[in-house]
């Protein structure tokens, strides 16, 4: 899941440095000097900004004959357990599906009717 850091106390984005330390990754905001761990704050969902976020495998797919879709590995996907109920249940032993927007990584509006922006995917056993 790409993550945006945005500096806690003043909210920049792009003015920032981050160091290796024995602590873990620290970031410095040059905009107003504040510092932070990188992991300090846990994940939130984009959508409800909920922390309650779980891990599930996600396929890595990619055409490699023409119109063939073939799995290339496996990845990890952060699902939000209210936002992703109905996934994160279906997805419990399973991966989760390729085309597949999780309410965690990005906002959805859900209000405009068009089902494939919203990230609805037809779960199927």
């Not at 409800?48 to 996600?58: A, F, I, N, Q, S």
């Not at 590995?73 to 994160?88: F, K, P, R, S, Y």
């Not at 989760?96 to 494939?116: H, I, L, Q």
């Amino acid at each position: 899941m790409a993550r945006t850091i945005a500096c806690q106390r003043c909210g920049e984005e792009d003015d920032l440095r981050g160091s290796d330390t024995a602590d873990g990754i620290r970031i410095e905001c040059g905009a107003c000097g504040h510092g932070w761990l990188r992991d300090e704050e846990p994940d939130r969902c984009t959508t409800c900004g909920g922390t309650d976020l779980v891990k599930r495998p996600h396929a890595l797919t990619q055409y490699s004959r023409g119109t063939q879709l073939s799995i290339v590995g496996i990845g990890e996907i952060m699902l939000c357990a209210t936002c992703d109920a109905e996934m994160v249940e279906w997805s419990d032993g399973r991966a989760v599906p390729v085309n597949y927007r999780p309410a965690a990584a990005e906002k959805r509006d859900n209000d405009d009717g068009d089902e494939g922006a919203s990230g609805h995917v037809m779960i199927t056993p």
